[in-house]
């Protein structure tokens, strides 16, 4: 993997602080997450990135799947009079689509959106498939590639081709629809703090920042190490909009024809760019061990008998921790030196590293050094197993948790205008206020500022007037700059 | 699952003899594993069918893993100018393409192919990527859905989008290429066959009808059960010619430039077409434990002490099985009869049921009853995950040994056209002859028997004149009529 290495990548990494655009861009093309490609807009996630991208992909959807979601797939492709079904949901997307005009040499009677999410062709076919009571609630979830035009790109976290899952639900009641959309809310984020190690808080977005044909748009939003948010996931409740133009009936119990109500829920790959935002260091990537591709690198140092009895002595090494389930990289290349070594994987983010020498081989011993804090551990062999184990989850916890006292250090109660003022210039993070709920206000703040309203937090009271407007405060918002 | 089953659903299926293709066609919807879309020559892929296709993948995936790629992503999109640099492959290509014109309210610059297959993108990757020796191999797959234009739709067979992987590697000599080429071939044989319970023949496709852009292509051909042959997978060495046309090069160990060698090699969703039509019969599928999504399902039936002994009991079961690590599911609705429930889980083809009654509680046992032969036994409990195991193992060996008897069976050695005619007009099969290797007599064939060659089979030596021509045999070849 670490073969494709070119000359003509970066050789350092900028500082953080000097310049944290230019880090992220640097630490993604040198740990080999992507690379730009020959398409506007696109990008090419490279096999390491890749490989975060599975673990991360496999984690959420087997939390998709216990909480009683099938995974299923539809068409790539929707006709142009399909998506503007929904009125408000094709005003959102309309100005995003790629269509595809031509099949062949061949122009096409309608023009195809290439799917910028699939509520329209998935509505389509839930109206076919729901005809009783019987047949809900039905929880579907699809994992796939979705399109929306993007003049900028951004590694992960804007492009205009990218990977996602999107589920959607139908079900019998407005309850049930609105459990639901709590309940995936709920999982997203437990994969994010859980998973990821990203701490989040969790809201409904504002009218303006709802999505295209929702009733109600929860999000999960990060901070990430620069001060700006990032949301990480959404989950919509739909109420019964997409039921109406898409025509989902259904017969209750009571012989009645009912519309059902449907929720909608994405999570994409811009949580790799999360996740490197939220953990990476000036030296480069820090990965969580539930979702790093590697967590144990072993890296033999050439001297004494090598051949004869260190590099032997590491292979067993790496059996042994393989045979424990971890998913280890022997890097026993001869072009490099172990000092370039270390620094590689640490720029790479790998969990631990087992350094092994004659020494080591002597004493029956190996090295541990751990990636977050570089603290080291002289282990014997036949420990190494358990006692990597209990590092990786040390490493998991403890990356939670210095992400969390950053966001919590970075979460500011604002009671007036200078001092928010003063904050988004500054050190920016999460901006706690009361607010009046005003829209025209709510985009006077994001002109002014460039903050936005993350998320309104529907389980706090407002205990004064609006910290802008001063009128009487209807909400607790969240306000940040946001990626 | 079984939940949205439809009225205008069909109720029944046509029998196999009296009608294959609608055979086919009402078990893929009858079965719920696809379904019609609104979007021309699309296929929706249902829970139950897409549970299939992730068993299927995931099993594929970690053979493809254990070879040593691993799996990135690239762009959807071609801009046409790359698409056109590999001449014969865009020729090739070009009357199936979907082109994007327009992003958003804009016309592009230049249109964008949505990939019908990635070689042009990834090939243009890889001549960032290759500089040295020490770059190669460079071994990377991909999974993802391409669309190739098609006037008629089949379920899973032939559909304009379908989901597949692609593997993409460069070399540093023809040889690796060449040995690359063949271990994948065995690697997509072995899939095949452990998995999916699917025999093959493998073998060298001819000029006519290789990829567009190689120098050979290998394929792995399967035979359906009514006599026509599948093209399960294809595994293309493709020489230097996308090296040349994208600029692939690498300083060798001797300092000099030379091109690099590359392969590439593919499967798609068709396998799950192949798998219905190898193992189904008249009452509907049958599938291969390995990836079936349920093994087994349970039928508690509803007399006696019904929901204070029968249904707990068959809860236990249930949960007895799962800790077992195997997939299971409980019957348990109330608007369906047992009988109703048989039928259906036998046409959904889960391998094994287990049934019980108030009659099995009392006797601490459950009846265990397998789709393929309806064999039954009885088990006592606490022998159950035991006996399913044992059951579910005969029931994978078994059934690739009936696929491979109907196979064999259906091989017919051929000397003349008369004898060659006479069985394309009846039962059809592989037709394997000795064949002089001449395209236009290759076409000529075709056009009065419909049989294309499958392949040529590059470890038989021809013992006689060709079967056709009479002139000197150059191949022993497979001929048979393809989906």
Not at 115 to 139: F, G, H, N
Not at 197 to 202: A, M, N
């Amino acid at each position: 993997m670490a073969k494709n290495r070119n000359d003509d990548f970066v050789t350092e990494i900028t500082p953080k602080s000097e310049d944290f655009s230019r880090w992220y861009t640097d630490v993604v093309r040198k740990a080999e997450l992507a690379d730009y490609s020959p398409v506007k807009g696109c990008m090419v996630i490279r096999p390491y990135g890749y490989a975060l991208w599975e673990n991360a992909r496999d984690l959420l959807d087997a939390r998709i799947k216990a909480t009683g979601h099938m995974n299923a797939y539809f068409p790539l492709f929707i006709p142009e009079s399909l998506l503007k079904k929904e009125a408000e949901h094709v005003e959102g997307f309309a100005p995003e689509v790629a269509w595809v005009t031509h099949g062949g040499s061949n122009e096409l009677e309608e023009r195809l959106a290439v799917r910028p999410t699939s509520e329209a062709i998935i509505c389509s076919m839930y109206s076919k498939w729901v005809q009783s009571w019987r047949d809900l609630p039905l929880l579907i979830n699809q994992w796939g590639n979705v399109v929306r035009w993007e003049k900028v790109t951004r590694f992960f976290l804007r492009t205009t081709e990218f990977l996602w899952q999107e589920g959607h639900t139908a079900h019998a009641t407005a309850e049930e629809a609105q459990e639901e959309t709590l309940k995936m809310l709920g999982v997203y984020k437990d994969f994010l703090e859980e998973d990821l190690g990203i701490p989040v808080i969790t809201g409904i977005k504002t009218e303006k920042e709802k999505f295209a044909g929702a009733d109600r748009t929860y999000a999960v939003e990060a901070l990430m190490s620069d001060g700006r948010a990032l949301q990480a996931g959404t989950s919509h409740n739909l109420g019964q909009n997409f039921a109406k133009a898409f025509d989902i009936q259904f017969e209750d119990k009571n012989q009645e024809i009912q519309y059902a109500w449907s929720t909608s829920w994405g999570m994409t790959t811009r949580t790799i760019g999360a996740l490197v935002m939220t953990h990476g260091d000036d030296n480069g990537l820090r990965l969580p061990p539930r979702v790093a591709p590697y967590h144990v690198v072993i890296v033999p140092i050439k001297a004494g008998n090598y051949e004869e009895e260190v590099l032997p002595a590491a292979r067993e090494l790496e059996e042994l921790l393989r045979t424990a389930g971890l998913r280890v990289y022997l890097d026993d290349r001869e072009e490099y030196t172990p000092g370039w070594k270390y620094n590689e994987w640490e720029m790479r983010g790998v969990p631990l590293r087992a350094e092994i020498g004659p020494r080591d081989v002597k004493n029956k011993q190996t090295v541990l050094v751990r990636r977050d804090t570089r603290d080291k551990t002289f282990v014997p062999i036949d420990h190494v197993p358990g006692a990597a184990a209990t590092l990786l989850d040390d490493i998991q916890t403890s990356m939670l948790s210095t992400a969390r006292d950053f966001m919590e250090t970075n979460t500011h109660p604002v009671k007036d205008f200078d001092k928010f003022r003063e904050i988004m210039s500054g050190p920016r993070g999460f901006l706690k206020a009361n607010w009046c709920g005003d829209r025209d206000l709510e985009v006077e703040i994001q002109q002014e500022t460039s903050a936005t309203i993350r998320c309104l937090l529907p389980d706090e009271e407002p205990t004064g007037p609006c910290f802008y407007s001063g009128k009487p405060a209807k909400h607790v918002a969240i306000f940040a700059k946001a990626y």
